[in-house]
């Protein structure tokens, strides 16, 4: 040992007492390294409490949500998710047209969805026929059968023969103002034959030979095709804004969905890398939940099937049936 320090000193050029001193500070280093190793496996090791971040995500939650009643729904195994009725609602004659949000809160429907209601009539829609309810985005089939007996609207809009017999001949009887005015009346019987044609494939001319369907109508379903990534079935063409649904009933005469090919060929949403641009600009994912779906993502991981997604606390089981085809969970 003593040579070595001899040898030490000697390679160094230390002094006695600068050798004693690199010694010791080779010493506290050693054991300083030691002591990374050794203590942590001294400590008695503390299990992970995920509470200080639940809380924190509940806190998310709390902000974002309103106190907003919603629509309480059940998994059927036939006929897939239902809307279960309220038991405390007031049934009363109304025409949608007129009545107010409290109203149709009073006849069973939940505050959003009353809301959503107004916001459409105030951009100018309008229901012509009671089936024209189906329209709103959500609303329950269960409901409107409840509230169909109720609804003051006809079942179906009866053409006129006679004033259309004018329109078409003002000579007959009507007069060119008349006639102008009414150039281009909805549902005017095409002469050319329409080729049934894939709803996911076509494009505004095709649309276009549909009769009621106009070039904006018609941009306006490629639009909301591409922001879905795809139709999974036909009669989602009836979310599209503004389709009046004898409109949407001729138009199903001659398109179709090769449901079979559109769930491979459907633009899936990366629920796992998303932004909450990204979400947000799904049809089907509000801007709230949006939020909420990647802040429950950075706390609890990714997702790993719709069952993961299922969890999310505001997420309903009609939301969720909807946008599950929609989701990729590479």
């Known amino acids: 040992m003593r040579k070595l320090y001899q040898r030490l000193q000697n390679v160094l050029g230390f002094s006695r007492r600068e050798t004693n001193g690199f010694l010791l500070m080779a010493l506290l280093m050693l054991l300083a390294i030691a002591a990374l190793f050794w203590v942590p496996a001294l400590l008695p090791e503390t299990p992970y409490d995920p509470t200080a971040d639940r809380r924190q995500l509940d806190s998310l939650v709390a902000q974002l949500d309103t106190s907003t009643a919603r629509p309480v729904f059940v998994s059927d195994k036939k006929s897939g998710f239902k809307f279960k009725p309220r038991t405390d609602i007031r ?39 009671k089936s024209d309810l189906r329209r709103i985005y959500d609303f329950p089939e269960p409901l409107y059968q409840q509230l169909h007996p109720y609804i003051q609207l006809p079942e179906t809009i ?75 079935r036909a009669d989602q063409v009836r979310e599209v804004y503004g389709l009046d649904s004898l409109v949407v009933d001729e138009l199903l005469k001659y398109a179709y969905v090769n449901e079979t090919s559109s769930a491979n060929n459907i633009k899936k949403l990366r629920i796992n890398t998303a932004t909450v641009e990204e979400l947000d600009a799904h049809p089907y994912i509000s801007p ?41 969970f590479e």
């Open 91 to 129: 049934l009363f004659p109304f025409n949608p047209n007129e009545i107010n949000s409290e109203q149709w809160q009073q006849l069973g429907l939940p505050r959003f969805l009353a809301e959503r209601i107004m916001r459409y009539r105030g951009k100018g829609g309008s229901f012509k026929t």
């Open 158 to 232: 009866e053409r006129n023969s006679s004033v259309l017999s004018k329109i078409e001949n003002p000579a007959s009887g009507g007069n060119a103002q008349n006639a102008r005015s009414f150039e281009n009346p909805p549902f005017r019987p095409r002469e050319t034959k329409i080729v049934r044609f894939d709803l996911n494939t076509a494009d505004t001319n095709q649309l276009m030979a549909v009769r009621g369907i106009g070039p904006a109508l018609s941009r306006r379903i490629v639009k909301y095709r591409n922001a879905l990534g795809g139709f999974g």
């Open 288 to 328: 709230r939940l949006a939020k909420v779906l990647v802040a429950y993502r950075k706390q609890h991981g990714s997702y790993r099937s719709v069952a993961d997604v299922a969890q999310v606390k505001i997420m309903d089981e009609a939301t969720l049936g909807k946008i599950a085809p929609y989701l990729s």
